[in-house]
């Protein structure tokens, strides 16, 4: 009579269907175990069981909590940047009111540069920063050439002699190449120049 294959036994640390831990083992008893030392180990295997299941809560709960801190960062990730800017929309709105009033035009005017200065400051503030640019060699790094413009007064190849866009670096990051145009020796012509007296007479 042929022996039943035994089942393979699970090891104590293996995932349940779940992913997670089935749970710390049992403590065997002893064969010669009494009474008293059953009951030890039956309470050693319940205290167990409580600790792995509070465990398990508490990772349960850390990743929800985790989970919820996430969104609420990428939901409120610009309210520092959108508070700053209140008081430069105030500006801008004073500023409308004067228009509509037919106010002083000179005091638009200043209206108008101190909102761009407070605009800049929030900027430069958040380490955003202008980009150098006329004067400046070409970087292809920071700059983006639209044009090329040829020089007859000595300026050197790929010097930017024109902005065209403003570009900007946010701390050592570019967030927008400046566009410009650049500098290009003039080539001198080759063919002959005709004065007045080599120039063909109509009759």
Same mark, same amino acid.
């Given at each position: 009579m042929s022996e039943k294959p035994q089942a393979k036994a699970q090891r104590p640390d293996a995932p349940s269907a779940h992913g997670r831990p089935s749970g710390p083992p049992a403590p065997k008893p002893h064969p010669d175990a009494t009474g008293s030392e059953l009951e030890r180990l039956k309470q050693e295997a319940e205290q167990a069981q409580e600790r792995y299941l509070r465990t398990l809560a508490e990772f349960e709960n850390t990743k929800k909590r985790l989970h919820r801190e996430k969104e609420e960062f990428v939901r409120y990730a610009?309210?520092?940047?959108v508070r700053d800017l209140l008081p430069i929309v105030d500006?801008?709105?004073q500023a409308l009111v004067a228009v509509d009033k037919q106010a002083d035009p000179q005091a638009i005017i200043k209206g108008v540069h101190l909102i761009y200065r407070q605009f800049l400051g929030l900027l430069d503030h958040e380490g955003v920063r202008r980009i150098q640019t006329v004067g400046e060699p070409f970087d292809p790094h920071k700059h983006e050439a639209v044009a090329q413009v040829e020089t007859t007064d000595g300026t050197a190849d790929d010097t930017i002699i024109e902005e065209? !866009?403003?570009g900007y670096m946010m701390h050592s990051k570019v967030i927008r190449p400046a566009m410009v145009k650049v500098a290009k020796k003039a080539v001198p012509s080759t !063919?002959?120049?005709i004065t007045q007296e080599e120039e063909p007479s109509n009759g």
């Open positions: 610009s309210e520092t940047l500006s801008l709105d065209v !866009q403003v !063919q002959p120049q």
